[in-house]
């Protein structure tokens, strides 16, 4: 059992040499991106639960189409900054 793990994992590492220092490179300099994408689906989801609950008032709506909009911008922002998109 001990042989098939071992070379399995050994004919992985050796198909996806390349690949794999790629991945971890795009890993390591997209873990921000990640962080903001996150938080742009967060706002967008907590926005939509609140609304289910109960209706908002013009002034809350338009606190969290804000918190929204920001989120996208920083997120946009560090797309063009970094050249990433995930």
């Known amino acids: 059992m001990l042989f098939v793990r071992l070379y399995g994992t050994l004919g992985l590492q050796v198909f996806n040499r390349g690949s794999m220092t790629k991945f971890h490179t795009s890993v390591l300099t997209c873990s921000e991106h990640e962080r903001l994408e996150f938080e742009l689906i967060e706002v967008r ?4 639960y609140l609304t289910r609950l109960r209706s908002l008032s013009r002034e809350e709506q338009s606190e969290w189409d804000r918190r929204e909009r920001a989120a996208l911008a920083r997120l946009v ?9 995930g």
């Open 77 to 85: 922002d560090h797309e063009l900054e970094h050249r990433c998109n």
């Open 45 to 48: 989801t907590r926005g939509q």
